[in-house]
Nanobody
Framework: QVQLVESGGGLVQAGGSLRLSCAASGRTFSSYSMGWFRQAPGNEREFVVVVDSSGTYTFYTDSVKGRFAISRDNAKNTLYLQMNSLKPEDTAVYYC?????????????????WGQGTQVTVSA
């Protein structure tokens, strides 16, 4: 069992930055691939970026490439999302998710554990 707790969301002006964190419980964090997903009001959940268990391989959705960066510290059981040059269209609840596999998936329904989410609001 893995519990995930996100933090770091908030209100920021367009062009600003935020850093999200996702703290994971348990001793097996390093064996899970991880992902950040988001859901805006009225929209379906979408993947933002995913990373394999070692942190070597990542995959970003096109809209955040060059602006967002995922990283993980397996010694601290923590996943991060650095978000720069934020845009109003990035406004959403951001969720971290864990998948019981060393390699990631782009599909949320393949992830086994989810955090409660953290709100990111970007004002114009």
């Amino acid at each position: 069992q893995v519990q995930l707790v996100e933090s770091g969301g908030g209100l920021v002006q367009a062009g600003g930055s935020l850093r999200l964190s996702c703290a994971a419980s348990g001793r097996t964090f390093s064996s899970y691939s991880m992902g950040w997903f988001r859901q805006a009001p009225g929209n379906e959940r979408e993947f933002v970026v995913v990373v394999d268990s070692s942190g070597t391989y990542t995959f970003y959705t096109d809209s955040v490439k060059g602006r967002f960066a995922i990283s993980r510290d397996n010694a601290k059981n923590t996943l991060y999302l650095q978000m720069n040059s934020l845009k109003p269209e990035d406004t959403a609840v951001y969720y971290c998710a864990a998948k019981r596999d060393t390699f990631y998936s782009l599909y949320g329904n393949e992830y086994n554990y989810w955090g409660q989410g953290t709100q990111v609001t970007v004002s114009a």
